[in-house]
């Protein structure tokens, strides 16, 4: 792949106060960040506004880097259904502007993007950052945790991309 243009995936974990993103470059065996953080919606604004807010940014991300394929967790479980309603508006919403770009979308669970990150599928927010840390070579810890936990997603993708070219080897 030496002199090849990098892979670039972007990583979501959806929310719908808090979004998390998460964008790497990978080449052959490398992988490196390009940028992380977290979209933030208004809470005194309407639901619609929100969503409109959520997905001028996605848009807007995806103008601005160009990634080649996308990454969105899947949603697992809540225990408040209001919450869960929103994360899965708010979802909809990424998913399509995903798609109004025509990229191809992959998706992980909770715990396939724990696992691919620590080992360990019910690994708490604090391991992830510090793994992301260390497996991309940052300087800090990636802040909020949504952003480490989009780029986790992007990892994740990363390392199933990776074993399937090995399998095809």
């Known amino acids: 792949m030496a002199g090849s243009k990098p892979l670039r995936i972007l990583g979501i974990d959806p929310g719908f106060g808090k979004i998390g993103y998460g964008i790497i470059d990978v080449d052959g065996s490398k992988a ?3 940028c992380f953080g977290a979209i933030e919606t208004d809470t005194g604004h309407a639901i619609q506004q929100r969503l409109d807010t959520i997905f001028e940014a996605i848009m807007e991300l ?6 080649d394929e996308t ?10 259904v209001t919450t869960a309603i929103q994360v899965g508006e708010a979802r909809g919403v990424i998913l399509l502007a995903l798609q109004k770009n025509n990229l191809p979308i992959f998706e992980y669970t909770p ?3 724990k ?3 620590t080992g360990y599928g019910k690994a708490e927010k604090g391991q992830i950052q510090k793994s992301m840390k260390m497996f991309l070579n940052l300087d800090v810890v990636p802040r909020p945790d ?20 090995r399998e095809r080897s």
């Open 32 to 34: 490196k960040a390009v």
């Open 146 to 165: 949504d952003a480490a936990d989009a780029l986790a997603t992007a990892w994740c993708h990363f390392l199933f991309r990776k074993h399937k070219l």
């Open 62 to 67: 995806v103008r601005d880097f160009r990634p």
């Open 115 to 117: 696992q691919s990150v």
């Open 111 to 113: 715990k396939q993007v």
């Open 71 to 80: 990454v969105v967790e899947q949603l697992f479980f809540f225990r408040n």
